[in-house]
């Protein structure tokens, strides 16, 4: 199978999941995850169409985009994974969104990079709903003042929430997580209303996206169902 051809095939699975829980398919970005893959396969899936890609590993879109950016400047890079502080330079640089925000530090060390290079940055607060202790992202319990916070930050603009779901056959398990992180964007729509909208959920990836749109995802993010199986693995 080529990129394109899993690509509308994803399509298809996202718009029968969309409408099978009675939602506009619209409402429902597919963030391909091209991570330990080949600037070939990424101008396969920008010839089919799609400009923006998830990394969760910045010195890999680091260098995806110096090789891309001279003849495709239109492709844009989502950071996906945690970042340590000390790489926060390098995604004020060349990054468009950011979807593991999970401290105050890291926020305010991207705040200050972003204003050096004269830049914004789409954010998404990465929050852990499984409670497993080796997943990133903030307690669901310490959302609301994590958020509050947020709002110190200009050059952050926040559009909403991002989890990994446990990685279980169980649905109800996964089901759980993507209902948490709901909970939490409902508390805040409510009491943080100042900082963002919180509309955008990033859940849901290539073992469980559809579930994740019957949940409410907003951002599916789909790596090996598009690309093809990963090598090795990364977390
Ligand atoms: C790798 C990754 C994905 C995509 O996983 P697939 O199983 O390839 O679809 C989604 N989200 C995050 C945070 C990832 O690191």
């Known amino acids: 199978m080529t990129v394109a051809e899993n690509l509308a095939h994803i399509r ?26 080949p600037t070939s396969a990424i101008l396969e899936a920008v010839d089919a169409g799609l400009t923006r890609f998830g990394e969760n590993r910045v010195q890999e879109a680091l260098a995806k985009w110096q090789e891309l950016a001279p003849e495709h400047p239109q492709v844009e890079w989502a950071i996906i994974g945690h970042l340590q502080t000390n790489k926060a330079r390098d995604v004020a640089r060349f990054a468009t969104e950011f979807q593991a925000l999970d ?8 705040d200050k990079r972003l204003h050096q290079e004269g830049r914004r940055l789409d954010v998404l ?10 997943k990133s992202g903030i307690e669901p319990g310490e959302a609301l003042s ?7 930050f200009d050059a952050l603009h926040v559009t909403g929430l991002m989890t990994v779901a446990v990685n279980s056959p169980d649905a109800d398990q996964v089901g759980a997580c993507f209902d948490l992180l709901r909970g939490v964007q409902e508390r805040l729509r409510q009491e943080a209303s100042q900082v963002s909208s919180w509309d955008d959920l990033s859940m849901g990836m290539s073992g469980d996206f559809e579930l994740a749109i019957a949940h409410g995802a907003t951002t599916v993010r789909v790596g090996q169902a598009i690309f093809g199986a990963r090598e090795y693995p990364t977390s």
């Open 146 to 152: 994590f958020a509050r916070e947020l709002a110190a």
């Open 125 to 134: 607060v990465e929050v852990n709903t499984s409670g497993e202790p080796q």
């Open 12 to 37: 298809s699975r996202i718009d029968a999941a969309a409408r099978a829980a009675d939602r506009d398919p619209a409402t429902v970005r597919l963030l391909p995850v091209s991570k330990t893959k």
């Open 103 to 110: 401290s105050l530090h890291l926020a305010r060390e991207l």
